[in-house]
């Protein structure tokens, strides 16, 4: 029984494809929002998570009371990437934290949030936004991070704390030392590779595969993503993708993505893609499923 995998436990044959696919930056838009529940219910997404310190996180919550079968997390969020479209901390708008830039809003990039924020103000923080999710009718499946950023050393005991307060999982993912090198994350190696060996002797839900590398104009994005779903292993996988509905909206917001998102959209409400899915024997699953295991297993 011990020796069983996360996948045989979570119910599949342990050379079973098993995918999640999620879509990331809910709610940091009305166009996202239209686009990701569009995909939620076409069928081909299983779950998503949501921006809460963003402008369209309150749209986001309502649909999710409304309609509780969809499975939602929190994108767990220090920075705010945009030129014009910021939003701030929930927990402060005390400068001393760290939390915030000179325009009174969440770092633009992970090097200026890493350097900025104190370890305490990030957990506040952290611990604000799920709880705000939750706090508006979001039944909170697991938590990930945007941009990455929670997951640096400095923050990601809090990350992984929070997992266990709210009794939800936390996007992480098994990485060799080759493959955080060849992200640009070398120096963060040792750190990372003795929490995922402590993680892993735990029971704590990891999963083998990630394709996060998704944003990008492609020619033919639906058969970008066929690809992308054939190179699927066997075991856990998570492939993120960030739909957003082609509106003047989304064009002011991220001029630079705007096109690629809407690919996104269009290549997740296409039959070509479930069909994709069909042909390389994939096995969908929503964090729901996991967080059914995290609760009943690891607490």
């Not at 760290?98 to 090097?111: A, F, I, K, V």
């Not at 005991?157 to 098994?174: D, N």
Request: aromatic share 10%.
């Amino acid at each position: 029984m011990g020796d069983k995998t996360l996948i045989e436990k979570l119910g599949f044959n342990a050379d079973d494809k098993v995918a999640i696919l999620h879509i990331d930056d809910m709610g940091f838009s009305h166009a996202s929002n239209v686009a990701s529940f569009e995909c939620l219910d076409f069928g081909a997404a299983t779950c998503g998570s949501v921006i809460v310190p963003a402008p369209w996180f309150l749209e986001t919550a309502r649909i999710c009371r409304e309609n509780p079968k969809y499975d939602v997390g929190v994108h767990l969020a220090l920075t705010c990437e945009y030129d014009l479209y910021r939003w701030r901390a929930l927990s402060t708008t005390d400068l001393e934290t760290g939390l915030l830039d000179s325009e009174g809003c969440l770092w633009r990039t992970t090097e200026d949030a890493v350097e900025n924020i104190t370890p305490d103000a990030a957990e506040k923080e952290l611990r604000t936004q799920i709880q705000m999710a939750l706090d508006n009718g979001i039944d909170v499946t697991h938590i990930d991070t945007h941009m990455g950023t929670v997951m640096n050393p400095k923050f990601i005991q809090s990350y992984l704390m929070l997992a266990s307060e709210f009794k939800v999982p936390a996007f992480f993912p098994k990485l060799s030392r080759e493959e955080i090198v060849a992200m640009g994350l070398g120096e963060y190696a040792d750190v990372y590779l003795e929490i995922l060996s402590r993680l892993e002797g735990s029971g704590f839900p990891i999963l083998d595969q990630i394709i996060i590398d998704t944003g990008g104009e492609h020619s033919n994005k639906i058969k970008y993503y066929c690809k992308r779903i054939s190179e699927i292993k066997s075991g856990l996988s998570h492939l993120l993708f960030h739909p957003a509905k082609m509106s003047s909206e989304l064009k002011a917001i991220t001029p630079d993505s705007a096109v690629w998102r809407d690919q996104d959209y269009r290549a997740f409400t296409n039959l070509k893609i479930k069909e994709c899915i069909e042909k390389h024997n994939i096995k969908l699953i929503g964090y729901r499923q996991v967080r059914k295991y995290f609760q009943r297993e690891f607490q």
